[in-house]
């Protein structure tokens, strides 16, 4: 059985995850730091970014390929896959050094929240509908 949505959206996030990673990496290369932060907000924002995505989206795409392979619809693998995708947006977009308090950070955060629990109980659904 093959994952075709999954898929498409791992390649999605694959490429999003390269252009986080970009930034931490650019400002690395032009200053000399070659672990942490060096003490510079500027690249402990971009490492963040990244790592914050690194941290959640791996395993919901886990998630989605095993709502996938056991049968979930077209239209709930979108509308996951694109929520998630306009979620982490927000978060990289609204995740500031200077403030907790931004609405993008927040919206997207949440949404990454409610992608991951959707998922999971559709997931516990079908385990134990089986």
Do not use: C, W
């Not at 390929?65 to 077209?74: D, H, V």
């Not at 991951?116 to 079908?126: E, K, S």
Request: proline share 4%.
């Amino acid at each position: 059985m093959t994952i075709p949505i999954t898929g498409l959206y791992l390649a999605i996030f694959a490429i999003f995850s390269s252009i986080l990673a970009f930034f931490p990496g650019r400002i690395r290369g032009g200053s000399g730091i070659s672990i942490g932060d060096g003490g510079r907000p500027d690249l402990l924002l971009a490492m963040r970014r990244h790592g914050n995505f690194v941290e959640y989206v791996p395993l919901i795409l886990i998630m989605l390929a095993a709502l996938e392979l056991n049968g979930a619809s077209a239209t709930l693998l979108h509308g996951l896959g694109l929520s998630l995708l306009v979620a982490r947006i927000l978060h990289a977009v609204g995740l500031k050094a200077d403030t907790i308090q931004s609405i993008p950070r927040g919206i997207g955060a949440a949404g990454t929240l409610l992608v991951t629990l959707v998922a999971a109980g559709v997931l516990a659904y079908q385990f134990l509908g089986a």
